[in-house]
T-cell receptor, first 109, second 115 residues
Framework: AQSVTQLGSHVSVSEGALVLLRCNYS??????LFWYVQYPNQGLQLLLK??????LVKGINGFEAEFKKSETSFHLTKPSAHMSDAAEYFC???????FGKGTMLLVSP | DVKVTQSSRYLVKRTGEKVFLECVQD?????MFWYRQDPGLGLRLIYF???????EKGDIPEGYSVSREKKERFSLILESASTNQTSMYLC??????????????FGPGTRLTVT
């Protein structure tokens, strides 16, 4: 069975600081991995996805994620946080989408 | 733009009532999904459907049923609502890939309160 673990239910950063949200997966086969974002009172929208074409994946709003097979990780990063990035972020694996429990990103001025 | 719509944003029902949550997508997607979202638990799959009249149980199907009579519409039914079904319900849809995995498109959610 495939699963994902997101480390940290809440991450706080200052505006302009690096954002790092962690996701580790377990999969016996090459995984398809996704990051989604959920803004308050909205559904989820896709940030980026990994489908084995390239290990560094660029997404919307300046986010990117790097697939590291040796570490079974797919961490999400953004060089400089903006207030509008405050939201909940979900890592997911494969197409029926087993989701992580989510990480709430808090951005302070 | 893919659009997934859900019939209500907020719903309040009484214990024991039969509840229908409707979801419609406009992109001719084969797959449709129902999740519930609870704080600290993330999203959990209730049911999904890969074709009209076809359905598969997800991780937490107990207390729920689904109906897919038309390709664009997927309904979630709570036969007899209980307070532990108070939650946010999210519908999603996606294409079926031929050797490709496609992302899901989500509706805005229905926040259901059962009193």
């Amino acid at each position: 069975a495939q699963s994902v673990t997101q480390l940290g239910s809440h991450v706080s950063v200052s505006e302009g600081a690096l954002v790092l949200l962690r996701c580790n997966y377990s999969s016996s086969v090459p995984p398809y991995l996704f990051w989604y974002v959920q803004y308050p009172n909205q559904g989820l929208q896709l940030l980026l996805k990994y489908t084995s074409a390239a290990t560094l994946v660029k997404g919307i709003n300046g986010f990117e994620a790097e697939f590291k097979k040796s570490e079974t990780s797919f961490h999400l990063t953004k060089p400089s946080a903006h207030m509008s990035d405050a939201a909940e972020y979900f890592c997911a694996v494969k197409s029926t989408l087993t989701f992580g429990k989510g990480t709430m990103l808090l951005v302070s001025p | 733009d893919v659009k997934v719509t859900q019939s209500s944003r907020y719903l309040v029902k009484r214990t024991g009532e039969k509840v229908f949550l409707e979801c419609v997508q406009d992109m001719d997607h084969e797959n449709m999904f129902w999740y519930r979202q609870d704080p600290g638990l993330g999203l959990r799959l209730i049911y999904f459907s890969y074709d009209v009249k076809m359905k598969e149980k997800g991780d937490i199907p107990e207390g729920y049923s689904v109906s897919r009579e038309k390709k664009e519409r997927f309904s979630l039914i709570l036969e007899s609502a209980s307070t532990n079904q108070t939650s946010m319900y999210l519908c999603a849809s996606s294409w079926i890939g031929q050797g490709q995995i496609y992302e899901q498109y989500f509706g805005p959610g229905t926040r259901l309160t059962v009193t």
